[in-house]
């Protein structure tokens, strides 16, 4: 086969095309699962349009340069504002050093091999509380083995049923489990009530499945309209994190965002991908690991850390809570 430049101008053509319907179907994840699937992969469509357009831009065809450039428009508007801080607002001034929470999210892994290098990152970081997923029934045994550990945190919830810990230098009140399949724990939300020098946020921990078939779909979704159905209950102000199984440009990712009336703590940090933890370049893996937070919590920063055995890199937030 000769490869000239009328049949080049047919792939790009191909791509053009794609590429758009790609990125136009993946807006229907509530519809179907395999959109869902196709949505987590927007900042690679961004990245592959980006190239189109410029490659197009020496064919001269203003056709195929405008639909080369539907790709950009309709994934960019989607990827590119977390890189954009957020307003500021006179709000801001209520905040105080002495309002400070730094909170560190990890799925550490079912099947980590390394706990101390995991126990070694939570000393290091130092945060104020810890949120686990994919917890183990040996997990209470493993922190015996590290007393430091156990004083740095001297409140703790561990549900291994559910997959969830979380490790606290502060009092955990009203620590309630939101089971949606009892006899499969995982689908679970675990919220709880932060008491935080006299102030009380409500911390949520949850960790859906994978909406990587039609089952496991409807079982992250039962877990979603479970939280967003007691959302009423939940005190302000809220702080979720998790494993979500869900980029930002997901689905069910905007049901929890818009049903708890959250903002994502990434505004203006950037994607800060964490999975799979193996991928070198951080452009290239999946932003899903979260921290979503009440409009009145401000972020002060949010970081990705470094590989400590699992499949998922934590994120390490530090934000402020509103004075009372």
Known sequence: MVFNAKSFLYFLWAAAVFLVGVSIVAFGGGMFWGFEVLAAFRHYYLAAGFILVFTCLFTRAKPLIAVSLMTMVLNGWQVLPVYFSATASAADELFSSEDTLTVLQSNVYYNNKNFDQVAAYIQQTNADVVALQEVVYKFSSLL???????????????KP??????????????????????????????????????????????????????????????????????????TKPMILVGDLNATPWSHEFYRIKSGLGLKDSRQGFGLQGTWPASLDVGLFRLPIDHGLLSPEIKVMSRTVGPDIGSDHLPVLLKVALPGS
């Not at 740095?152 to 561990?158: E, R, S, T």
């Not at 990587?212 to 079982?219: A, S």
């Open 161 to 234: 049923r559910a997959g969830m810990a979380v490790l606290s230098k502060y009092p955990l009140e009203n620590i309630r489990t939101l089971s949606v399949i009892p006899e499969e724990g995982w689908d679970s939300v675990l919220t709880t009530q932060l008491n935080v020098n006299g102030q009380i946020a409500t911390l949520i921990v949850m960790h859906p499945a994978h909406p990587t078939g039609e089952y496991d779909t409807w079982r992250q979704r039962k877990v979603v309209d479970r939280l967003v159905a007691n959302a009423k209950e939940l």
């Open 144 to 158: 015996d083995k590290h007393p430091a550990l156990q004083a740095q945190y001297p409140y703790q919830v561990i």
